[in-house]
């Protein structure tokens, strides 16, 4: 069965660098989003992104977040200046394109970030 | 104040009893979902349920829909050890955004 795939697995990375996590989304699927979840907590969203643009985005996805889908394959989240508080799992999703949101999401298995 | 909140936050049963896990929600919803998510791992899609759709059933699995009361229900029936994971409601709002609840802790005895 087709899968989303995240990489890597684990980010340790210092405060006020730079992070791109990279996913690979099932291939036939138009909807894609990041969602987070801070240890033991709800998983949030942050954005979702179709045809080439943002669609929504909360209000956690500010200045410093981006995302790109550079090839048509991958779709990346990039945090600009990390911060202690960015320290979460990173989750990747994408969804087929039936009409009215009737479809479930595809989860990655996450990327751990830890900023130090 | 959260769109979904799951109830209880943690369940501890035996093995082979049914657990039942309730969610509830503030707006309008194009559906519902319920997930599940073990341990260090990515979420799950159990099963969708529709706005006009007041239940459905998949294996084990039986979940309700209340639009008036703004409630759903997931029952996981004769419940195993490999149940044992959390298990996440999400409201569909309009047509892209998926918003999740804080999640029921859901452990199963041997």
Redesign the interface.
């Known amino acids: 069965e087709p899968e989303?795939t995240q990489t890597p697995s684990h980010q340790v990375t210092q405060m006020g660098q730079e992070v791109i996590l990279r996913c690979v989304p099932i291939s036939n699927h138009l909807?894609f989003?990041w969602?987070r979840q801070i240890l033991g907590?709800?998983?949030?969203?942050l954005v979702?992104f179709?045809n080439n643009e943002i669609?929504?985005k909360s209000e956690i996805f500010d200045d410093q977040f981006s995302v790109e889908r550079p090839d048509g394959s991958n779709f990346t989240l990039k945090i600009r200046s990390t911060k202690l508080e960015d320290s979460a799992m990173y989750?990747c999703?994408s969804r087929a394109p039936y009409?009215?949101?009737?479809?479930?999401?595809?989860?990655?298995?996450?990327t751990r970030l830890t900023v130090t | 104040s959260q769109q979904g909140e799951e109830d209880p936050q943690a369940l501890s049963i035996q093995e082979g009893e049914n657990a039942t896990m309730n969610c509830s929600y503030k707006t309008s919803i194009n559906n519902l979902q319920w997930y599940r998510q073990n341990s260090g791992r990515g979420l799950v899609h159990l099963i969708l349920i529709r706005s006009n759709e007041r239940e459905k059933h998949s294996g084990r699995l039986r979940v309700t829909l209340d639009t008036s009361k703004k409630s759903s229900s997931l029952l996981i029936t004769a419940s195993r050890a490999a149940d044992t994971a959390s298990y996440f409601c999400a409201t569909a709002i309009g047509a892209q955004k998926l918003v999740f609840g804080q999640g029921t802790r859901l452990t199963i005895n041997p």
């Open positions: 989303v909807y989003y969602y907590q709800k998983v949030e969203f979702s179709y669609s929504e989750f999703a009409t009215g949101g009737n479809s479930p999401l595809h989860f990655g298995n996450g």
